[in-house]
């Protein structure tokens, strides 16, 4: 079994800042991509920025300049530093991670429960 644990969301006026954190726990081998996707009222789900094993990042144009995602390889853990927030980026965030377990030795996709952004303009 892996969980995926998210922490640090919330409301936050526009221009400030969050720091949103996720946490992989389990049977785990291996994590190969973590990183974070976005559900906004009446939109569909978004990646937002992703990571891989070797340091790689990738970002969506919209957030590219104000977001950053590390990883903690150790601690099997991915961040996601939000600065000059808009209002545009309410939205429930979602960590994912591409995990092989010690039952499947295969990669697969997990997801967290989800946490609430608000930003308030």
């Known amino acids: 079994q892996v969980q995926l644990v998210e922490s640090g969301g919330g409301l936050v006026q526009a221009g400030g800042s969050l720091r949103l954190s996720c946490a992989a726990s389990g049977s785990i081998i291996g994590i190969g991509t973590m990183g974070w996707y976005r559900q906004g009222p009446g939109k569909q789900r978004e990646l937002v920025a992703v990571?891989?094993?070797?340091?790689?990042?990738n970002y969506a144009d919209s957030v590219k300049g104000r977001f950053t995602i590390s990883r903690d390889n150790a601690k099997n853990t991915v961040s996601l530093q939000m600065n000059s927030l808009k209002a545009e980026d309410t939205a429930v965030y979602y960590c994912?991670?591409?995990?092989?377990?010690?039952?499947?030795?295969?990669?697969?996709?997990?997801w967290g429960q989800g946490t609430q952004v608000t930003v308030s303009s």
């Open positions: 994912y991670a591409t995990i092989m377990t010690r039952e499947t030795w295969t990669y697969s996709t997990y």
């Open positions: 990571g891989n094993s070797a340091g790689s990042t």
